[in-house]
């Protein structure tokens, strides 16, 4: 069993940044793809960004350019540094992992085994 701590969220202004950060119980380097995923009120929740081990990341295009996932393998971690954020930013934000996420896969909730508490994020105008 992976547990996932988000931590980092906050309330910003439209423009300002914000970095959050996802802490795993147990060692996800080489074998765990993690990613964020974001839920806005009465939406679904939908993806942000996803990162193999040693591969490039992949992103939704409605954060293409402002969002950057990275990760720590050595500290089990994975970061999402928000810049530019835009009052529509504003959600619940979810860490994700699992060992075996094909790419197909990579971008729907269903391709995630671990998932944390999430951490809200709030965006004013």
């Known amino acids: 069993q992976v547990q996932l701590v988000e931590s980092g969220g906050g309330l910003v202004q439209a423009g300002g940044s914000l970095r959050l950060s996802c802490a795993a119980s147990v060692r996800t380097s080489s074998s ?26 992949f992103y939704a295009d409605s954060v293409k350019g ?35 996420v094909l790419y197909d896969s990579s971008s729907l909730v269903s391709g995630y085994d671990y998932w944390g508490q999430g951490t809200q994020v709030t965006v004013s105008s």
Do not use: H
């Open 66 to 100: 402002r969002f950057t996932i990275s990760r720590d393998n050595a500290k089990n971690t994975v970061y999402l540094q928000m810049n530019s954020l835009k009052p529509e930013d504003t959600a619940v934000y979810y860490c994700a992992a699992g060992p075996r």
């Open 32 to 57: 765990y793809t993690m990613a964020w995923f974001r839920q806005a009120p009465g939406k679904e929740r939908e993806f942000v960004a996803t990162m193999w081990s040693g591969a490039l990341p």
